[in-house]
């Protein structure tokens, strides 16, 4: 039995057993799949979208971008719509779960495209005993124009859809907004959200894309008769995109306090802890669990719980936001050193590639040192941009050695990375 913590959180009002819930998509989309998710150690689901009117689906319904290492679910992008399932049997699911799982959260997604849409659509879910509602305001590949992500991109939609959704809303019951990441600053519609009455955020759906292109059909993935469209990527790709967004709420005044919940490219308990520390209260996963099942889940807690005891922490409480002064406007760097390489001869195997690259990509501040082909610093023309280790296949051959201070500059304490695994 793996060392599992107390992993318990506060999202938006509501007690959470853990911050680790199904994104609204096809891994939380009927009673026996969310059982089953509950049971491996998911603490909540936020349950398939339901639409006002919903769509045929087409097929195929998904594409994968090829890595470098053959298939590569980085980059999964997808043209799904909602829940196919009948709003009566979406309630009967929601009812029995909230029935045999009462310490679990649910929150339905939906989505309208009119204000009457978002009311009746609250008011039908909201019968099944749930704790919240997610408003979809950012799936980027609708078959109707004016829903979706469009109103995302808008904050004075994004305003007065929450408003009418919240309103609808019987007391206590919560009221996230997701956006979409298709835009380029999230702030104006998180705080909209907010002004609309929201009790939290959710951050990011996925990012409008075109992976692969067929260089037979001349069309990228997926090919529904010879068609694609530009559709949403997630997986491990977006995963940067979204810690950004998150931040950059979490640093605004007027959002600081308010609930994320995030989402995006979480596959281990790493990428949950750069969620955490950057302020997330929760976090929503999806395309790992279509690669490898809801039993990542334990992966996740007891990686997590083990991190927090080599690091003192209790509660998730103790370190949640904790990186948030530490990402800063490149403006406030300190700009009067540089750290040059050090190079461990002993592990280091001659393949060259430090050599190339500082060449060819760099500042030509590396030679040979010796036959072997191991490389020996130029220092004057090396600025420490420390291109050399990231391209290096051996690890910590290659790591920071002297600080050196510009000419005239005061040497002071600088924290850096010690080792570069
Ligand atoms: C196949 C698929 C279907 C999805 N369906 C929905 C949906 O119905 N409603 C929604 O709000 N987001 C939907 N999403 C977006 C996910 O909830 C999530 O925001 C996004 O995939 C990023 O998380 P991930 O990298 O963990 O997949 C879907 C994503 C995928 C891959």
Redesign the pocket.
């Known amino acids: 039995m793996a060392f599992k913590k107390d992993l318990s959180v506060d999202f938006a009002g509501v007690k959470c057993l853990n911050p680790f819930f199904l ?4 891994v939380g989309n009927n009673y026996d799949m969310i059982s089953k998710a509950f049971e491996a150690g998911w603490g909540g689901v936020f349950y ?2 339901q639409d006002s009117v919903p769509e045929h689906e087409i097929s195929p ?2 594409g994968v971008e090829e890595g470098d290492v053959g298939r590569s679910w980085g980059m ?1 992008k ?1 043209c ?3 829940s196919q399932n009948s709003m009566e049997q979406n309630l009967d699911y929601m009812r029995r779960l909230k029935e045999h799982y009462p310490e679990h959260r649910i929150f339905a ?1 939906i989505m309208g495209g009119s204000d009457e849409d978002w009311t009746n659509l609250v008011v039908s879910v909201a019968q099944a005993g749930i704790d919240g509602v ?1 408003l ?1 305001m ?2 980027p590949h609708m078959g109707r124009d004016n829903m979706g992500a469009d109103v995302g991109c808008n904050p004075a939609l994004v305003e007065q859809y929450t408003r009418v959704a919240k309103k609808a809303a019987r007391s206590g019951l919560k009221v996230i907004t ?1 956006m979409t990441p298709n835009i380029t600053n999230m702030v104006p519609s998180a705080l909209a959200a907010k002004n609309g009455g929201a009790d939290g955020v959710s951050a ?3 990012v409008k894309s075109i992976i692969d292109l067929d260089k037979d059909l001349f069309t990228t993935e997926p090919v529904v008769n010879g068609k694609s469209a530009i559709s ?1 990527l ?2 491990r790709a ?1 995963k940067p995109i979204s810690l950004r967004f998150l931040c950059e709420m979490k640093q605004n005044p007027g959002l600081k306090d308010f609930p994320i919940s995030s ?4 596959y281990t308990w790493e990428d949950a802890v750069d969620y955490l520390l950057l302020g997330a209260t929760n976090i ?5 669990i ?1 690669e490898y099942g809801y039993r990542i889940i334990d992966d996740i807690t007891s990686g997590l719980s083990y991190w927090m005891d080599e690091k003192g922490f209790e509660k998730l409480d103790d370190f949640i936001g904790k990186a948030l002064p530490n990402i800063v406007s490149p403006s406030q760097f300190t700009r009067t050193f540089k750290i040059h390489p050090a190079f461990n001869h002993d592990k280091c195997i001659g393949c060259g590639r430090c050599y190339v690259s500082c060449y060819d990509g760099g500042h030509q501040a590396i030679k040979w040192l010796d036959e072997e082909r191991r490389p020996q610093l130029i220092e004057e023309n090396c600025v420490g941009c420390h291109l050399c280790q990231k391209v290096c296949p051996v690890i910590n051959c290659i790591t920071p050695g002297e600080v050196v201070f510009d000419e005239g500059a005061k040497p002071e304490k600088i924290v850096y990375k010690k080792n570069f695994d």
């Open positions: 994104a609204s998509s096809p398939k979208n319904i998904f999964f997808n799904e719509h909602a997604t997610e979809n950012s799936c997701k990011i759906n996925t949403g997630s997986g977006v989402i995006g490219g979480v929503q996963v999806c395309t790992s279509m």
